[in-house]
Nanobody, 127 residues
């Protein structure tokens, strides 16, 4: 499966933004999806996870309550809705996918769990 992330941009603190992750090459309903981000000079970190059906989600503590992950399997697309953006949310955001399994569900916050990655989309939040 190939992933294409989009929707990044320059926004002000407090604004909202929605990222999209379009999949091709395979139907997405067999895959769990996640978003990770990497800020300048920092390691990549887990942001959010959604299982293959959309019935289970998880978030990092830093974005919980502000970000919402979702998916539309009919459109083969995942989303990350971001509200109340802060300057510390500035990063390149990557979507990732892996075929669902109990193991992949347990390792949802680990980047090594995901075999498929999008190219990243830059989100810059000005304060």
């Amino acid at each position: 499966v190939q992933l294409q992330a989009s929707g990044g941009g320059l926004v002000q603190a407090g604004d909202s933004l929605r990222l999209s992750c379009a999949a091709s090459g395979s139907t997405l309903n067999r895959f769990v999806m996640a978003w990770f981000r990497q800020a300048p000079g920092k390691e990549r970190e887990f942001v959010a996870y959604i299982n293959h059906s959309g019935g289970s989600t998880d978030y990092s503590a830093s974005v919980k309550g502000r970000f919402t992950i979702s998916r539309d399997n009919a459109k083969n697309t995942g989303y990350l809705q971001m509200h109340s953006l802060k300057s510390e949310d500035t990063a390149i955001y990557y979507c990732a996918a892996q075929v669902w399994s109990l193991a992949s569900a347990r390792a949802k916050a680990s980047g090594g769990n995901y075999a498929y990655w999008g190219q990243g989309t830059l989100v810059t939040v000005s304060s």
